[in-house]
């Protein structure tokens, strides 16, 4: 059997207002293609998850949040990896002094949309990303508490 050993990830869900959430362009070349997602990174050795979510959220959109709130953990693929995804609810999001440092091997894009937009993105096949459609859909369940 083959198995992948992870340390771990964050996946974020940053949004500047309730009506909006930022996500990435990213280049995946796995599947060899551009592709909407929420930003989301692994663990630094021994890195905490909310300090991670925090580092990650500066590192991919440029900007800091002051208020995270855990939603969820998840194995994404436990069939052959242990990786284990603690979402993330980014609000309250401010500029970051100084130069954002994207790993090497990123192209990143951020761009803002409202959570409607989102929706249809997901709805109509533009989004094919998994953790990005469980992360949209637990922050709208959050919303309903």
Do not use: N
């Amino acid at each position: 059997m083959d198995i992948v050993r992870h340390r771990g990830s964050v996946v974020l869900v940053p949004q500047p207002d309730p009506d909006h959430v930022i996500l990435i362009r990213q280049f995946r070349y796995v599947i060899g293609r551009w592709i909407w997602e929420l930003p989301a990174g692994s663990l630094d050795p021994g890195e905490p998850p909310g300090k991670a979510a925090r580092r990650e959220c500066a590192e991919e959109i440029g900007w800091t949040p002051r208020r995270i709130r855990k939603l969820a953990r998840f194995y994404p693929t436990p069939g052959f990896c242990d990786e284990l995804m603690t979402f993330y609810h980014c609000t309250d999001l401010v500029k970051p002094r100084g130069h954002v440092a994207l790993d090497p091997d990123e192209q990143i894009e951020p761009r803002a949309f409202t959570m409607s937009e989102a929706s249809r993105m997901v709805a109509s096949g533009h989004i094919i990303d998994m953790k990005t459609v469980l992360g949209l859909q637990l922050v709208s369940l959050a919303g309903r508490e």
